[in-house]
């Protein structure tokens, strides 16, 4: 609307009104033909039907602008979201490549320590020379590889045998939320509950290694979950879990967990703002937390369902069950039955 229409539009109002407070004093009336005066006033009634049409217009501009400049920023906003997800994927992608080349480096570091065939320093050794009764055995020192002696449990039926194992759930009697040192050096014993201890299983897998879960549940039934690829990077590297080749029945509940730090209750390597161990109570490669918790609280029949920090495996029971038994075991790769 311009400054003469607005102008106009005034002087129509203030005619209007100066009409309506004054209804006694009427003035004497202007001298002017009948004819005259109904030519203004339709002249003037053209001109707000005008007006009222262009303020229409006006309105219904105004609107179908304010429609536009919403439809524009939710397309914005899906862009944003679509860019958000190619980075994600271009970082899944990163961690996966990385992980690989890691993997490669330690094949390489271990062709290039190949150590002499008589060497005893697992259980597929072991069943390499025909012991092939599942069991505890002790492993012997070794000088060449600078190990110490280690009480070991070997499975020599599962799957083929030469499974040494490096955990173990069943009874419950062993609390698992321990600290760093004693993660490192392994705890329990071998024919119940325990860990092996984060530096033998470094060192046990620095010969390219499969990695085998097996669970159960309170029901009694069995799944499982195989890695084709499983290493620790050392101390340093806080035990930086790695892991690839995912098969079995159980769900890939590990993947979350892979190129992730160890954190115990005194070392918080996760990735998370959270305390992971100290809210899982346990320890483990914790991401932010977890898809599993193998090393968590055991809770017994009854009680299996009600909390978050048991021993958990979501893509088998979800987060809330706690699982009746655990068993994690490793084997050479290049282990033939
Ligand atoms: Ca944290």
Redesign the pocket.
């Known amino acids: 609307m311009n400054f003469s229409n607005v102008a106009l539009v005034v002087a129509l109002i203030l005619l209007t009104e100066t009409k309506a407070q004054n209804p006694k004093k009427k003035p004497a009336p202007p001298k002017i033909a009948k004819g005259q005066c109904c030519d203004e006033v339709r002249t003037l009634k053209v001109q707000v039907a005008n007006l009222t049409s262009i303020l229409e217009e006006l309105s219904r501009k105004q609107e179908t602008d304010l429609i536009n400049v919403v439809r524009q920023i939710m397309e914005l906003d899906k862009q944003k979201q679509q860019l958000d997800n190619r980075v994600t994927e271009a970082e899944s992608k990163y961690s996966e490549v990385n992980n690989r080349v890691e993997i490669m480096q330690l094949q390489t570091l271990q062709s290039a320590t190949q150590t002499s065939s008589d060497a005893i320093y697992d259980c597929a050794s072991l069943y390499g020379k025909s012991y092939k009764i599942s069991g505890e055995y002790k492993l012997p020192k070794d000088e060449f590889l600078g190990t110490p002696e280690l009480s070991v449990f070997c499975d020599m039926e599962t799957n083929g045998g030469g499974w040494t194992l490096i955990q173990r759930r069943k009874i419950g009697l062993t609390s698992f939320k321990r600290d760093w040192k004693q993660y490192k050096s392994g705890f329990g014993s071998v024919r119940g509950d325990f860990w092996l201890g984060n530096e033998h299983i470094f060192r046990l897998t620095r010969q390219p290694s499969t990695l085998r879960i097996e669970m159960e549940d309170w029901e009694g039934e069995t799944r499982y979950a195989e890695y084709g690829f499983f290493t620790l990077g050392n101390e340093l590297n806080s035990y930086k879990l790695f892991i690839a080749n995912y098969s079995g029945n159980a769900g890939n509940s590990l993947r979350y967990h892979n190129n992730t730090n160890f954190s115990t209750v005194n070392r918080?390597n996760?990735k998370?703002?959270?305390?992971?161990a100290s809210l899982r109570k346990g320890g483990y490669w914790y991401n932010c937390c977890t898809d599993s918790n193998l090393n968590g609280v055991f809770y017994r029949y009854g009680e299996h369902k009600k909390n978050t920090d048991g021993i958990t495996w979501y893509g088998w029971h979800g987060p809330n069950y706690s699982l009746k038994k655990i068993e994690m075991k490793i084997r050479p790769v290049s282990f033939q039955p």
């Open positions: 918080d996760d998370c703002v959270d305390d992971c």
